[in-house]
């Protein structure tokens, strides 16, 4: 079953070359990757979105 992702949101500021950025990484095989962000600035949102790209098992 695929992952969608509904919100009344979408992606702003640094969140969506932060999406692609980690999707890119996920595809290639990078082995560890960080998100760093300050409390509320959308960390969980950015990688829901992630999730939704790359359309894998995620344990979270």
């Known amino acids: 079953m695929p992952f969608e992702l509904v919100s009344d949101y979408s992606p ?14 996920l595809r290639t095989g990078r082995s560890f990757q960080t998100l760093l962000g300050v409390t509320g600035s959308g960390k969980t949102f ?12 995620t344990l979270v």
């Open 46 to 57: 950015t990688m829901a979105n992630v999730i939704q790209n790359v359309d894998r098992p």
């Open 12 to 25: 702003a500021g640094d969140q969506p070359n932060a999406i692609e950025e980690l999707t890119e990484g």
